[in-house]
């Protein structure tokens, strides 16, 4: 049983975006010479995210307008008014839809692969940006 | 340290509609003779999903028009005017819809069993059928 | 490859509470002396979920007050009317959101340490409470 981990940075350029990290992953996978078991990817952040989901720029806007339709930026969270001294911690609606899309995903690897489907990407989803970010790969197998 | 993967297919007959592939994966993790170890169950589309919840035929209908009411299938999505030209592509609503519940889960097993609770089933979520779609799960342990 | 298993329990006072169980979850993985893998948390209902994000009870107050608006307790749900003649089912808002949270989440372990950021904590989110819980831990490595 092999373990490996390793880590690589994400620089977000707006308030809520998404960025396709599936090639960063792959290198991490490779790189880790598993070639069965699982890789978790996790994001060591409460105010950013992962899904898998098409590399479609178009989509992504879809995604993030439904995302700030569902939790609005702004509206009356208590989070917000405690730190209502701080511009940094206006982002209540950061967690909550962190605590619906999750910080993570656990992959299947099989022969140094990811059993992904052909319309599959991984998808760091920014909810608080612009930030510089770490995505966490954690690959456990032999 | 086994591996074991396997694939099922799953019939959906309705745009929107959640099937019990409960006894499928159960199958599969007999099939692979590990007793101790997880199971990835993991749908290879961007417009299914995978949830755990009650064999309730009408908590199902709850579930997807609750879904439905949160992120309509008709809107002005971008992803489908893009696609206008294919009715196959009109599927925004999926895609959005799959982020939030994800294409996966990661499940206990132990003396051979899902550590799941007496309610719990899982749930495959279709979400822009009807299709023929693939279920994978993927047995990691001994 | 070792496997530990454990459980604990976890009493809820209000109908939709936010409990920290991280370090209940720590003691676990401590506990079963596997210093590299992975650990499964699971809960084994449909209407209690987990989630990772910050403790700070303001927010947890803002995310259950948007799990409501956005799945209200009280609407016509097919499941409810069902079982109209018993209180204790009253609860399709609790299964629905048990589809978008998760009952369960995997982690990384790393030298013993859960690889979480440092605002991240691990989140018992009761749907249908108050009621008594059981909170599940799974953990395989070496």
């Keep these: 049983m092999k373990f490996y981990s390793s ?3 994400v620089q977000s350029r707006r308030r809520m975006e998404i960025i396709d ?3 960063s992953v792959n290198e991490v996978i490779k790189r880790s ?7 978790n990817i ?26 700030d339709r569902l939790v609005p930026q702004k509206s009356s969270y208590r ?11 206006q982002n209540a609606h950061a967690h909550i839809l962190n605590c619906l899309i999750k910080p993570c995903v656990t992959l299947p690897i099989k022969d140094g692969q990811i059993l992904m489907g052909l ?24």
Tied chains: 1, 2, 3.
Excluded at 44 to 63: F, G, K, Q, R, S
Excluded at 79 to 89: I, L, M, P, Q, R
Excluded at 120 to 140: A, H, K, N
């Design 7 to 9: 880590e690589f940075s």
């Design 21 to 23: 990290v599936t090639d």
């Design 33 to 39: 010479g598993i070639k069965n078991g699982f890789a």
């Design 42 to 67: 996790w994001v060591p952040h409460t105010t950013a995210a992962i899904a898998v989901n098409e590399h479609d720029p178009d989509l992504w806007e879809d995604i993030l307008a439904t995302m």
């Design 79 to 89: 989070h917000n008014a405690k730190y209502s001294w701080t511009h940094g911690e």
């Design 119 to 142: 319309w599959q990407s991984i998808l760091f989803i920014e909810l608080d940006g612009p930030r510089l970010r770490t995505v966490q790969v954690y690959v456990v197998g032999e």
